[in-house]
């Protein structure tokens, strides 16, 4: 079996229809079998709802929504704030790759169902703030930390035990929940904010367990290799393969949640009440389940690195469109295109993940690949508010993330092939 060390020809090791458990050699159902169906695309049901309060939602999605109000109750700048919001994507970032040695380790059910708890707590805590800038980036730090399995990295983790030919249908589908929650939550968080308060609103956005409990039931544990041979993490991570997913993906973070969290201010200075800016933002939502259930149908079909060029470029094009468009008619365009690249990239990383290296390092290559893209998104954010604050707008900043996106572009075409689904073996570049 590959390991992916190959820089011409980065082998993948995929075990046959679905990962097996530690100790057992026998092969489970195949997937979309008369005795495996119900239990394997129930948990992407579950798993998509499990999504739609993750992390990524509950403190991305959101967060533009708050941006007034709590400037106008303790004065804090944009970007100050937006500096809690990179606190969030820097603990991320840390956190992920131990997340995946977590997982690989003891499995995904007892990972996620601590850090659904420990996320539920902590967004239900953010109702009481106190004016020191400390708490409000203490709690959104201690989100990635304790709570940072509640994620596409999570519930990625359970796709692959479950599924190999059918790969990214499945992926598409159960990440359709961050989608989902980028739709309700803006408006949702919005209506409480008008209706009751900005403190209520955050008590009210709580998670809840049955949608990990479905999911994660009777999914496999620790994956082990056939061979039995150690893996050979550092020299998967050198592999060209590797080094130009984690650039791509970098880029992408930064444009596409630089943008995201900036959407609604942006949309309220361009002269939308921000009622409506928050409904706006919620298409975005509405693009990424659209875009996820395409793109899960066309991964399993077209070499995922040409698809993430085109999404790559659409982000950059969505960073002009905001840089010079005019008019009510670009906000609704704009949160569409951005929408479908969000409905992406996180689909790439565990999809590439999955077909480039062994499924035995599945949680700690994708671990650090996530941290790495999360690394870019903690960047974007605070890029946009600083061009705003400093640079007299939003259009330099944004200049830069266009560039970002070609770049991104370039890098997903020079990705190598990899070997087709359910094959043990590399194929050449």
Do not use: C
Not at 71 to 84: H, I, Q
Not at 177 to 201: C, Y
């Amino acid at each position: 079996m590959g390991s992916g060390l190959d820089e011409t020809a980065p082998s993948t090791s995929i075990l046959a229809g679905h990962a097996l458990p530690t100790g057992l050699d026998a092969e489970p159902d195949a997937e979309g079998s008369a005795a495996g169906f119900d239990r394997d695309w129930l948990a992407v049901g579950a798993s998509a709802v499990g999504l739609i309060l993750s992390t990524g939602p509950l403190a991305v999605y959101s967060f533009g929504v708050f941006v007034r109000p709590l400037t106008a109750e303790f004065g804090w700048t944009r970007t100050s704030l937006f500096a809690a919001l990179s606190f969030f994507q820097f603990g991320m970032a840390f956190s992920s790759p131990l997340w995946g040695v977590l997982l690989d380790r003891f499995g995904p059910r007892r990972v996620l169902l601590f850090s659904t708890v420990a996320l539920s707590l902590l967004v239900a805590s953010l109702g009481l703030l106190t004016p020191h800038l400390w708490h409000l980036y203490l709690v959104f730090l201690g989100i990635p930390l304790l709570g940072g399995a509640a994620s596409p990295l999570g519930y990625s983790a359970i796709m692959v035990r479950r599924f190999d030919q059918k790969l990214g249908f499945a992926l598409g589908l159960a990440l359709m929940g961050v989608g989902l929650g980028g739709a309700i939550l803006p408006p949702l968080a919005q209506f409480l904010l008008s209706e009751f308060s900005w403190r209520t609103a955050y008590v009210a956005l709580v998670v809840s367990l049955p949608g990990v409990l479905v999911a994660s039931r009777k999914v496999p544990g620790p994956v082990r290799r056939r061979t039995g041979a150690p893996l050979q993490i550092g020299a998967m991570l050198r592999t060209r393969a590797y080094i130009l997913m984690s650039v791509a993906f970098v880029l992408l973070g930064v444009v596409t949640v630089g943008v995201l969290a900036n959407f609604v201010p942006m949309m309220v200075d361009h002269g939308f009440t921000p009622a409506a800016a928050a409904s706006i933002a919620g298409l975005s939502g509405l693009a990424v389940v659209v875009a996820r259930g395409g793109l899960g149908w066309v991964l399993d079909r077209v070499h995922a690195p040409y698809v993430l060029a085109v999404v790559s470029v659409i982000a950059g094009g969505v960073a002009l469109l905001l840089a010079y468009g005019d008019g009510p008619a670009v906000g609704y365009i704009a949160a569409v295109l951005l929408g479908s690249a969000i409905g992406a990239e996180v689909d790439f990383v565990s999809y590439l993940v999955r077909r480039y290296f062994d499924q035995a390092a599945f949680g700690r290559l994708y671990g650090i690949a996530f941290g790495l893209y999360i690394l870019g998104t903690a960047l974007g954010p605070i890029t946009l508010g600083y061009s705003f604050d400093h640079l007299g707008g939003y259009r330099p900043g944004l200049l830069l993330f266009a560039v970002l996106g070609l770049a991104s572009a370039a890098a997903a075409l020079a990705m190598p092939r990899y070997a087709a689904p359910a094959r043990g073996h590399a194929v050449p570049a």
